[in-house]
Nanobody, 124 residues
Framework: QVQLVESGGGLVQAGGSLRLSCAASGGTFSDYGMGWFRQAPGKEREFVAAISWDGTSPKYEDSVLGRFIISRVNADNTLFLQMNSLEPGDTAVYYC?????????????????WGQGTQVTVSS
């Protein structure tokens, strides 16, 4: 059983940056493909970024490509999402997720474990 705890959310002005972290415990972190998802009020949860067990093969949703960077440090059991050039449309609760497969995935339903989420609010 893997536990995931996100941190690093907050309020930022448009054009600013935030770095989200996801601390994992209760399993072997390098066994899992990892992903970031987000959910805005009144909308479905959507894919943001994913990464494979060894930090390769990153995948990004089109609207964040070139602005967000996903990374991981297996020795520290931590997943990151560096978010730059933030826009009001990025406002959402951000969730990290783990799947019992080596590659990350864009599919929400393919993930086995979820964190509780961290709020990101971007003001215009």
């Amino acid at each position: 059983q893997v536990q995931l705890v996100e941190s690093g959310g907050g309020l930022v002005q448009a054009g600013g940056s935030l770095r989200l972290s996801c601390a994992a415990s209760g399993g072997t972190f390098s066994d899992y493909g990892m992903g970031w998802f987000r959910q805005a009020p009144g909308k479905e949860r959507e894919f943001v970024a994913a990464i494979s067990w060894d930090g390769t093969s990153p995948k990004y949703e089109d609207s964040v490509l070139g602005r967000f960077i996903i990374s991981r440090v297996n020795a520290d059991n931590t997943l990151f999402l560096q978010m730059n050039s933030l826009e009001p449309g990025d406002t959402a609760v951000y969730y990290c997720a783990a799947r019992k497969r080596p590659l990350g995935s864009t599919s929400l339903t393919s993930y086995d474990y979820w964190g509780q989420g961290t709020q990101v609010t971007v003001s215009s």
